[in-house]
């Protein structure tokens, strides 16, 4: 079983900036592909971005495109979600989760653990 430890979230303000972090138990987390979703509240859970094994692929969501950075530390076994220039519609909780399916796809199903989330809130 993977653990998933989300940290990192807050307050921000409109424009300014925040770095979420994933810390996985699984000794093998190198080997799972890692995403980054958020559920603002009243809404559907929505994909935000992901990553490949090694980092080296990325997949984002249009409406973070250019504004938030996914990235991976294998060493460290930390998934890492730089958010810049965060609006107040990105106001939500962030889930990371871990697939071993080999595929950074923007479908929650496809991710076989989740971490409990961390709250972000940006203000206008």
């Known amino acids: 079983q993977v653990q998933l430890v989300e940290s990192g979230g807050g307050l921000v303000q409109a424009g300014g900036s925040l770095r979420l972090s994933c810390a996985a138990s699984e000794r093998t987390f190198s080997s799972f592909f890692m995403g980054w979703f958020r559920q603002a509240p009243g809404k559907e859970r929505e994909f935000v971005a992901a990553i490949s094994r090694g980092g080296s692929n990325t997949n984002y969501a249009d409406s973070v495109k250019g504004r938030f950075t996914i990235s991976r530390d294998n060493a460290k076994k930390t998934v890492y979600l730089q958010m810049n220039s965060p609006k107040p519609e990105d106001t939500a909780v962030y889930y990371c989760?871990?697939?071993?399916?080999?595929?950074?796809?923007?479908?929650?199903?496809?991710?076989?653990?989740w971490g409990q989330g961390t709250q972000v809130t940006v203000s206008s």
């Open positions: 989760a871990a697939s071993k399916r080999g595929t950074y796809s923007g479908y929650g199903g496809d991710y076989d653990y």
